[in-house]
């Protein structure tokens, strides 16, 4: 599956930022998916997943409460909707997916990545 990550940006802290990664090639359906974010200078981090039918989510600690992982199947889209953004979230967003029935967090988990969108929060 081909992964399209958009919707970055720069933000003031507090602001919202909505991610969407469009996927094409295969059936969207059948992967499970997720987020993660790179800052400079530091390792890639898991931000959230989703399952395949979107009934199981999962997220990072630093996360939870201001992010929401969602798909629409039928658009083959997943969202990342981002409220009361802090500048430590500040970092290059990327979307990934595999095949599975489960929940995936790690990134070894994922076979196909997409390119990254640059989300920057301003204090």
């Known amino acids: 599956v081909q992964l399209q990550a958009s919707g970055g940006g720069l933000v003031q802290a507090g602001g919202s930022l909505r991610l969407s990664c469009a996927a094409s090639g295969r059936t969207f359906s059948n992967y499970a998916m997720g987020w993660f974010r790179q800052a400079p200078g530091k390792e890639r981090a898991f931000v959230a997943a989703i399952s395949w039918t979107g009934e199981s989510t999962y997220y990072a600690d630093s996360v939870k409460g201001r992010f929401t992982i969602s798909r629409g199947n039928a658009k083959n889209t997943m969202y990342l909707q981002m409220n009361s953004l802090k500048p430590e979230d500040t970092a290059v967003y990327y979307c990934?997916?595999?095949?599975?029935?489960?929940?995936?967090?790690?990134?070894?988990?994922?076979?196909?990545w997409g390119q990254g969108t640059q989300v920057t929060v301003s204090s």
């Open positions: 990934a997916a595999r095949t599975g029935a489960g929940i995936y967090y790690r990134d070894y988990d994922f076979g196909s």
